[in-house]
T-cell receptor, first 113, second 113 residues
Framework: DAGVTQSPTHLIKTRGQQVTLRCSPKSGHDTVSWYQQALGQGPQFIFQYYEEEERQRGNFPDRFSGHQFPNYSSELNVNALLLGDSALYLC????????????FGNGTRLTVT | SQQGEEDPQALSIQEGENATMNCSYKTSINNLQWYRQNSGRGLVHLILIRSNEREKHSGRLRVTLDTSKKSSSLLITASRAADTASYFCATPWVGGSQGNLIFGKGTKLSVKP
């Protein structure tokens, strides 16, 4: 039973470029949440997708957008990259409803130069 | 901010000793969760304690919750070198969906053999 998988594991981009990160949720999970974790900090909630729609959003600019596909996998897109976007991007999945804990992938390490 | 805060920020102990980490939060909650993160990897859920529970055990882990003081503690007994990691408490965002968690900055635990 595969857990949450994310790709790529590492990525280096230049300021102003755009990036797409991908996530496949754990089998049986239909809700995907994305988090940004800067070095030495705790993860910060970006947004959550359920039934192919953005259900909730954290305090992130519109440069951050996402998508969920019918198979529950998800993408995170970041446009017009800034140096401050350098971070570990974590995807977490969970079944809908209740207080089920989140299952995290190992993240994508994004470096913006 | 609703963000929780862990204390201490860093903790160094010898194998076999107990490790205690504390977490404070600011708003009413229906549950509090603890996660562990090995360096640069994804987070792993350790334990969830509901607001009507005062103490919960899981193996060598013991979590307490004091809702009157808005605080929680995580105790790891008989620590091992493999327990070396960062530990985060997380609380649901008020009015948020299940996957929208507020994480603290974490406690970095180092267990020396």
């Amino acid at each position: 039973d595969a857990g949450v998988t994310q790709s790529p594991t590492h990525l280096i981009k230049t300021r102003g470029q755009q990036v797409t990160l991908r996530c496949s949720p754990k089998s049986g999970h239909d809700t995907v949440s994305w988090y940004q974790q800067a070095l030495g900090q705790g993860p910060q909630f970006i947004f959550q997708y359920y039934e192919e729609e953005e259900r909730q959003r954290g305090n992130f600019p519109d440069r951050f957008s996402g998508h969920q596909f019918p198979n529950y996998s998800s993408e995170l897109n970041v446009n017009a990259l800034l140096l401050g976007d350098s971070a570990l991007y974590l995807c977490a999945s969970s079944p809908a409803g209740g207080n089920s804990p989140l299952h995290f992938g190992n993240g994508t390490r994004l470096t913006v130069t | 901010s609703q963000q929780g805060e862990e204390d201490p920020q860093a903790l160094s102990i010898q194998e076999g000793e107990n490790a205690t980490m504390n977490c404070s939060y600011k708003t009413s909650i229906n549950n509090l969760q603890w996660y562990r993160q090995n360096s640069g990897r994804g987070l792993v859920h350790l334990i969830l304690i509901r607001s009507n529970e005062r103490e919960k055990h899981s193996g060598r882990l013991r979590v307490t919750l004091d809702t009157s003081k808005k605080s929680s503690s995580l105790l790891i007994t008989a620590s091992r070198a493999a327990d070396t990691a960062s530990y985060f408490c997380a609380t649901p965002w008020v009015g948020g969906s299940q996957g929208n968690l507020i994480f603290g900055k974490g406690t970095k635990l180092s267990v020396k053999p």
